[in-house]
T-cell receptor, first 116, second 113 residues
Framework: AQKITQTQPGMFVQEKEAVTLDCTYD???????LFWYKQPSSGEMIFLIY??????QNATEGRYSLNFQKARKSANLVISASQLGDSAMYFC?????????????FGTGTRLKVLA | DTEVTQTPKHLVMGMTNKKSLKCEQH?????MYWYKQKAKKPPELMFV???????INESVPSRFSPECPNSSLLNLHLHALQPEDSALYLC????????????FGPGTRLTVL
């Protein structure tokens, strides 16, 4: 069964607008971590934001915020004030396992295009 | 220093060649990972070296073999590869603790002829 689901293969957003990238997950663990990564065409994976399952507040990092709804098992990424440089592939990932043997599972990604 | 370095950046090899990919981190992380990523697909975990213990994705063929000379280095040895092994190979490291995010290197673009 797919553990990380990103239902939007591609998204467009106008420059300076906000955009939400969807991510739902499936796990039976009580303790887990959720991550978002950005991958430009150069290929490097850039860490954006992290949300722990026990964190009560939604994570924020600059223009990135994570809308965490634990009961619905969703962890959507919100990018505010989009910039042309935000055009990239975005992956949602979940860390599962036990301390010392963590593994990371990635969703299929959403390709975001910011329009001038 | 939050950098993971990978060498080489690009590699072209024939199916009979033996080559190695190198990954290095100096963040004191105890877990290192190799991923394979095909175009327009998510990274696929190949190997994890965590606290000196190797975990293998069972679907990875034996023509790929990892080696961890020390806690800062993780090599990936390649032998008798197939054209379908052409991909971006990403290395990552993490603290191995509950809240440690992965830091990725820039990747090696491998082409097998």
């Amino acid at each position: 069964a797919q553990k990380i689901t990103q239902t939007q293969p591609g998204m467009f957003v106008q420059e300076k607008e906000a955009v939400t990238l969807d991510c739902t997950y499936d796990t039976s663990d009580q303790s887990y971590g959720l991550f978002w990564y950005k991958q430009p065409s150069s290929g490097e994976m850039i860490f954006l934001i992290y949300q722990g399952s026990y964190d009560e507040q939604n994570a924020t990092e600059g223009r990135y915020s994570l809308n965490f709804q634990k009961a619905r098992k969703s962890a959507n990424l919100v990018i505010s004030a989009s910039q042309l440089g935000d055009s990239a592939m975005y992956f949602c990932a979940m860390r599962e396992g036990n301390s010392g043997t963590y593994k990371y599972i990635f969703g299929t990604g959403t390709r975001l295009k910011v329009l001038a | 220093d939050t950098e993971v370095t990978q060498t080489p950046k690009h590699l072209v090899m024939g199916m009979t060649n033996k080559k190695s990919l190198k990954c290095e981190q100096h963040m004191g992380h105890r877990a290192m990972y190799w991923y394979k990523q095909k175009a327009k697909k998510p990274p696929e975990l190949m190997f994890v070296y965590s606290y000196e213990k190797l975990s293998i994705n069972e679907s990875v063929p034996s023509r790929f073999s990892p080696e961890c000379p020390n806690s800062s280095l993780l090599n990936l040895h390649l032998h008798a590869l197939q054209p379908e092994d052409s991909a971006l190979y990403l290395c990552a490291s993490s603290s191995g603790l509950r809240f440690g995010e992965q830091f990725f290197g820039p990747g090696t673009r491998l082409t097998v002829l």
